[in-house]
């Protein structure tokens, strides 16, 4: 796919997006020893703009990439409580395919799970992360 659309993240935001994340990303990491590696995983990506921000900024994270990138069910209280909008397949597919291109860069660093976090939770050993950053609906189903 070629230069996906970015909806969520709208020229103009983009900085203070990127200085949000760097806020909270710098008073956890400003203690790290530089040596180590820093494992951490980002639980709802959607379009990887974070993962983007965090990977450039830290040298030496290795992210895992958890998300479905799959449409939400129509009961899910997003939609059937609060009224969002179902997105589609398709947008979904936009979605992942901007992560790829958001994360090209450093696909020695990163790891995808294309899957739910409770199914992608059970891939790891316990404390074998430094850190996860939850982005993902909150509701569990």
């Known amino acids: 796919m070629e230069n996906p659309s970015l909806p969520d993240n709208p020229k103009g935001k983009e900085s203070a997006y990127r200085l949000h994340v760097l806020d909270i990303a710098k008073g956890f990491f400003e203690n790290y ?51 969002e909008k179902q997105e589609s397949r398709e947008e979904k597919e936009v979605q992942y395919a901007t992560t790829i291109v958001n994360t090209r860069d450093f696909v020695s660093r990163t790891a995808i799970f294309r899957e739910r976090s409770v199914s992608a939770a059970k891939k790891f050993q316990p404390e074998s992360l430094d850190f996860a950053y939850i ?3 909150h509701y569990y189903y």
């Open 33 to 83: 020893n530089s040596n180590k590696i820093i494992y951490g995983a980002e639980v709802g990506v959607k379009f990887g703009f974070t993962s983007k921000i965090l990977l450039e900024s830290i040298p030496k994270l290795f992210l895992y990439l958890i998300d479905t990138w799959e449409p939400t069910p129509l009961d899910h209280p997003s939609i059937s409580i609060w009224g």
């Open 135 to 137: 982005d993902a609906d």
